[in-house]
């Protein structure tokens, strides 16, 4: 998802804490149960991350809202969930939100630099994690 989906989902979010949904669904132009959905299905930020998956640093970072730093700190630190088990007769399989693999797919988007993928590795193993 886009950085600017995904904070303006966000913004919907907050605005709903404070003011009716029907309201928020008039002003943002869009439907009561658009909102609603938004409300109640947008993964908000990891606390102590700048986003709700390994992806979402990688393109905060790729934009420049964070330092180079601070995401090779956040994806070295974040708990990776392990990959689901491949089934090669599953033409749906995908690995969900969360593995390492989208770091890998950051790495091979350029993203991340090359120094930025191994930092993160070298800090992972540091850390006494697998990768």
Do not use: C
Not at 5 to 10: A, S
Not at 60 to 70: H, L
Request: no cysteine; aromatic share 10%; proline share 5%.
């Amino acid at each position: 998802m886009e950085l600017a989906t995904i904070d303006f989902k966000r913004t919907v979010q907050d605005a709903a804490a404070h003011v009716r949904q029907k309201t928020i669904a008039e002003w943002a132009r869009l439907s009561e149960p658009r909102v609603s959905q938004i409300v109640n299905r947008t993964a908000r930020s990891r606390p102590g991350f700048s986003g709700a998956s390994p992806t979402e640093v990688a393109q905060r970072y790729a934009t420049g809202e964070i330092s180079e730093q601070q995401a090779i700190d956040e994806l070295s630190r974040w708990a990776y969930d392990p990959m689901p088990a491949f089934d090669p007769f599953d033409e749906t399989w995908e690995p969900g939100v969360g593995t390492w693999l989208e770091v890998e797919d950051a790495w091979h988007a350029r993203l991340i630099t090359d120094d930025m993928f191994g930092a993160i590795r070298v800090n992972r193993k540091g850390l006494g994690f697998d990768r």
